[in-house]
């Protein structure tokens, strides 16, 4: 299984961009994943991800959001993360704003592998010190850096 800094291109980091809300930041991020050949049909995962999105908003606590959706269009496991300039409402049970996006596509028959790296980046989202570090990273080769701690 691959984890997280493996699965998180440098190209793939969007830091300090600016959105008027998650539809928005969701719909900048997917447009560049999909520059990048991330995503092989940008609206249909688009289209996804807000479907999922607006079942069940993926704001967590402290900031931070996981949006993502089960999909066709991508062969493997994505990921891509995104530094908001200002928080963006995701729905999070503590309604504050969210600055640390990661954003995943996954492959229906690789749903597990998924949910194991999900509960690793949330239990290290729970940490102050890793989320400041994402915070005041000044390079996307730094934020893979801060993905490799075990």
Not at 52 to 65: H, M, N, S, V
Not at 79 to 91: H, I, N, S, T, Y
Not at 117 to 138: E, H, N, P, S
């Amino acid at each position: 299984m691959k984890d997280l800094q493996d699965l998180l291109q440098p190209k793939a980091i969007f830091l300090d961009i600016a959105g008027k809300d998650k539809f928005d930041v969701i719909h900048q991020i997917i447009t560049k994943m999909g520059d990048l050949g991330l995503v092989q049909d940008t609206v249909q995962f688009e289209e996804e991800v807000i479907q999922r999105e607006r079942e069940i908003p993926t704001g967590l606590q402290t900031g931070t959001a996981l949006p993502h959706a089960r999909s066709k269009v991508v062969s493997e496991i994505v990921m891509a993360f995104a530094r908001l300039k200002e928080g963006v409402d995701f729905g999070a049970s503590d309604s504050e704003p969210a600055k640390l996006i990661f954003l995943f596509g996954v492959p229906n028959d690789q749903i597990n592998e998924y949910l194991k790296l999900a509960a690793k980046l949330c239990r290290l989202l729970k940490q102050k010190k890793f989320r400041r570090k994402l915070l005041d990273a000044k390079s996307a080769n730094q934020i893979i850096k801060i993905l490799s701690i075990p």
